[in-house]
């Protein structure tokens, strides 16, 4: 029966170690382990999330890289596109004005030439009457002398303008 | 005896918890009862003039005032321990070798003007005049004698304050750890650390829920490294059985008790005295069920944790015993293999008890704050 019989000296002993071991623990052991502990807890809980975002940032990265290479890779080959067309609207603009540009100096050339010419024959036309009439002057002074020297004479100034 | 204990536990268990690893706690704890029921008959069957197997034993688990570690009678090494006790005249106190070893009333010690004997390590005041102590077999009373209110440094007592040393040696060392580094500690204290957050993770935080049991914490902590520790320490050669003692075991269930009362809220006060849900006439009956129930929570944990430890120190004792019963040394080659295997099953014993301890006062504690969902 003794084994079951409780002892008061030996209980209040027990309450009185316990009650002393739980606050003492309390205050200088579980508070601290276990704020250690849960501190620990989150920044390795944190960690690993922010090694995740990490992990996704790099990836959103890479593609964005991708992306904007992808993006480069077509503007470089539209102004690759726009510079050939540049080059060939350029060129035919070029051939056009310079065809438009010909011709018009070719016509201003024909309006001069045309001119010119007209200005010559007029000039030509001229000379011919004032050397006609000269000669005529000429024939007339001469006329009655002899008709043989007339002739002559006509020949010779004939040959004059032919000369001329 | 052990019978009714079983009936407890088993009703207890079922009726609060199904989870593979209780039932395997429990079969363990059943076949220990039925092993130390079986060990305690044959200890009482067998009365030998020259070795009372059933003394020795009661010697090894009970409590006493002195250290005993080897020898008898006056050539026995036995740690003095100082014998604190409150009487009619006040406190006296002396060292416990002052009685010489003598457990039979024979010996008596005067102190305060007092006469004090040591009757199987119960220390008993001589009524005044009196000069030796007259003791009634048949009653088991004390005629011209009583006992004061002992508050001895006993044996248990020495050893329950050794247990709480070390404790805080060593989780004061834990603590001083995170002081110094944020890092996981190493070595010894990392296993203390993985201990701390086993009693979190695999006891508070199921049993009582991530609200509340912060608040809780420190007692399960503190209670199952105690038990733990004591535990192991009692598995020592010579060492105390402190978690084997009822007076402890008394204690220990109160606290959980306390902690229930204080902190259950309106919810557990009316599923214990008007249980909604249920016909009228059978509230009242399952009332008294549950208020019994209130304490029989307690006094199963206490009843567990003394019953299973004793046990375990009963068959290890009665198996070294049979070589002595018998007078054989033969013996020793079946027996002492068997009360190693029985030591390193203690080992086990020792984490499982203080594990179920501290699971249980978590989960009674779980039920008395719980927030019920009403229907």
Known sequence: MDLITPEYGLFVWQVVVMIILIFLLTKFAWKPVMKAVGEREASINDALVSAEKAKEEMANLKADNEKLLQQARAERDEMLKEAQQMKKTIIEEATEDANEKAERILDKAQITIESEKKQALAEIKSQVAELSVQIAETVVKKQLDNKDEQMTLVNKMLDDVKLN | ?375
């Open chain 2, 1 to 375: 005896m052990h019978e009714i204990f079983e009936l407890i536990l088993s009703q207890q268990f079922m009726a609060t918890h199904k989870s593979s690893k209780i039932t395997v706690a429990l079969m363990l704890m059943l076949i220990l009862n039925s092993f130390s029921a079986f060990a305690q008959l044959d200890t009482e069957e067998v009365i030998d003039d020259s070795f009372n197997p059933t003394e020795m034993i009661m010697h090894h688990i009970s409590d006493s005032h002195g250290w005993h570690f080897l020898g008898e009678g006056e050539e026995s090494v036995t740690l003095p321990l100082p014998v604190i006790l409150w009487t009619d005249k006040g406190l006296t106190s002396f060292m416990s070798s002052e009685f010489h070893h003598d457990v039979e009333g024979e010996y008596v010690v005067e102190s305060n003007g007092q006469k004090f004997v040591n009757y199987h390590e119960k220390i008993y005041v001589l009524n005044e005049g009196e000069e030796a102590l007259e003791f009634d077999e048949e009653t088991h009373a004390a005629l011209n004698a009583n006992r004061p209110f002992d508050i001895s440094i006993t044996k248990n007592v020495a050893s329950m304050l050794i247990t709480a040393i070390l404790l805080v040696l060593m989780f004061l060392g834990l603590a001083k750890h995170y002081k110094k580094s944020k890092a996981a500690p190493k070595g010894f204290k990392n296993i203390l650390e993985t201990l701390v957050i086993f009693v979190r993770d695999e006891i508070a935080i199921p049993q009582i829920g991530e609200k509340k049991y912060l608040k809780f914490m420190p007692f399960l902590l503190t209670v199952f490294f105690f038990i733990w520790l004591s535990n192991l320490l009692g598995l020592l050669p010579g060492a105390a059985n402190v978690t084997g003692n009822i007076s402890v075991t008394i204690a220990l269930g109160l606290f959980t008790l306390v902690l229930i009362l204080v902190n259950a809220n309106k919810d557990y006060w009316q599923h214990v005295f008007w249980m909604p849900g249920i016909p009228t006439p059978v509230k009242p009956i399952l009332a008294v069920v549950e208020i019994l129930g209130v304490f029989t929570k307690p006094i199963a944990l206490m009843i567990r944790l003394f019953a299973n430890i004793t046990a375990g120190h009963i068959i290890i004792l009665s198996l070294i015993g049979l070589i002595f019963i018998l007078e054989t040394a033969g013996v020793a080659a079946i027996s002492v293999p068997f009360a190693l295997f029985i030591t390193v099953l203690e080992l086990l014993v020792a984490f499982l008890q203080a594990f179920i301890f501290t699971m249980l006062s978590a989960l009674f504690i779980g039920m008395a704050v719980q927030e019920h969902e009403h229907h």
